[in-house]
């Protein structure tokens, strides 16, 4: 059997195993052939082809430059490699390629087509707008012009004739990849979240299999409020895709919200595991560090909001964190200065002023700590927490009106409250245990 003859061979049984989707082994096959006859360009553009649907794109696009070295004008091929190069993101060589289809084919319609989404990704809208009317000359219902032209018009952000023309594709096309999801998409951003909800629906009928369209949609139950349904959607791209991190990490921040720190560990470690890059460390670094404070374990909290803090200097809410698990360890000069940081960064002015009056009690600054309690109630005046710290403070310092005054005003406004049920019925007792102190302290006599 001649050379020539088994090239033949190959390339027809190439051709059966590609029909069976067994791309490697056609391409084994190609290869061979195109060895024994160099010189046929559509040898080469079925190496191309094969080499596209491996994934192999460099490879395939040197495939198909052969072909055209050989056949200059073979439209088809010209056509495979201007959209092979517009998908690889080289949409400037891609527009270059689409133009020689035109200037050789000047009715071949879809050249306009494909035209029109290389400017739109160029961001040359006047002409992408000119290849749909020329494309329109030639086919004034085709699906991928619409659908090209919805791009270049959301670009600009004409949402509403974006949609107008993605519908159009639908007339077509009913199923058409992708078009529901753009114009979910499009309702979402003109704040339509029904209609947005909508089309992901169907968009998910026609590809139940695509987690990154589940992730959207899981999203988008968030904006609408509806945690449980985002909360179920997360869980299902899990089960599809383990190593989803973003799912994983989105799951984690709303069992963090909702209280289970547990369930949001186990899904902050599985990121780290799938993720271990700088930047996902330092998000891991401040949920972690917060669903350990959640949990109580204030010593593994520790390091890690020290890592958040470090990370992120200018975020005044991470000092306020971090001050709390050191308050938890009774660190309380050290908390302190991280309220006082959060104060310069302008966090939560209410919250930073009482926690800094809980550590200047514990330090014995009884005066210090009803300056900041003061300072909180100016900021937030209905906080009982505040009411009772400054009462408390007000007791140490012995001013007993005033005291019962701010336990009255908690009353009023808790009327259950034990706590300050207990202090105002022991009122007394503390007056005179000050009292028995000051008889029991040597008197100095003033001469």
């Given at each position: 059997m001649s050379d020539w003859v088994d090239a033949e061979k190959?390339?027809?049984?190439?051709?059966q195993l590609c029909e069976s989707q067994r791309f490697a082994e056609a391409l084994a096959e190609m290869e061979v052939a195109v060895s024994i006859n160099p010189d046929n360009a559509v040898w080469h553009a079925q190496r191309g082809y094969l080499l596209q649907e491996l994934s192999r794109e460099t490879e395939a696009v040197a495939a198909y430059e052969r072909s055209l070295e050989l056949e200059p004008k073979d439209?088809?091929?010209l056509m495979l490699l201007g959209v092979l190069l517009a998908r690889t993101g080289r949409f400037a060589q891609g527009a270059?390629?689409?133009?020689?289809?035109?200037?050789?084919?000047?009715?071949f319609e879809p050249a306009y087509c494909y035209r029109l989404f290389v400017?739109?990704?160029?961001?040359?809208h006047e002409r992408a707008e000119e290849m749909f009317y020329l494309a329109q000359q030639l086919d004034e219902n085709c699906p991928r012009c619409f659908f090209h032209m919805g791009l270049s018009l959301a670009a600009r952000g004409r949402m509403e004739r974006a949609v107008y023309c993605w519908k159009r594709v639908l007339q077509s096309d009913s199923e058409h990849p992708g078009v529901h999801h753009r114009i979910a998409q499009a309702f979402r951003a003109m704040g339509n979240v029904d209609e947005a909800r909508n089309h992901y629906l169907e968009?998910?009928?026609i590809d139940p299999g695509n987690t990154d369209l589940m992730f959207e949609m899981a999203d988008l139950a968030l904006v609408a409020g509806r945690t449980a349904d985002a909360v179920d959607k997360l869980r299902q791209i899990i089960e599809l895709d383990p190593e989803h991190a973003d799912a994983q990490f989105a799951l984690g921040k709303l069992w963090l919200k909702s209280g289970d720190a547990g369930k949001a560990i186990?899904?902050?470690?599985a990121v780290y595991e799938i993720d271990g890059t700088q930047?996902?460390?330092r998000q891991l670094a401040l949920r972690t560090g917060l669903a350990l404070l959640q949990l109580g374990r204030f010593s593994q909290a520790l390091p890690k909001l020290?890592?958040?803090?470090?990370?992120q200097p200018e975020h005044g809410e991470i000092q306020l964190w971090l001050g709390d698990c050191l308050l938890a360890l009774e660190q309380c000069a050290e908390a302190a200065q991280c309220y006082r940081r959060s104060l310069t960064l302008q966090a939560d002015e209410a919250r930073a002023q009482y926690s800094l009056s809980l550590c200047m009690l514990r330090l014995g600054q009884d005066r210090a700590a009803l300056e900041h309690c003061q300072a909180a109630l100016r900021a937030k005046p209905d906080s009982v927490a505040a009411l009772q710290t400054a009462a408390l403070a007000h007791l140490r310092l012995g001013h007993w009106r005033k005291a019962k005054q701010v336990l009255r005003r908690v009353l009023e406004k808790d009327e259950e409250n034990a706590l300050v049920k207990r202090l105002l019925g022991k009122l007394w007792l503390y007056r005179l245990r000050r009292y028995w102190r000051f008889l029991r302290s040597p008197i100095h006599f003033p001469f």
């Open positions: 190959r390339v027809e049984r190439a051709q439209r088809e091929v270059e390629v689409l133009e020689r289809i035109s200037r050789a084919h000047p009715s400017y739109a990704q160029l961001e040359q968009e998910f009928r186990e899904c902050f470690e930047s996902t460390r020290k890592t958040a803090a470090t990370e």
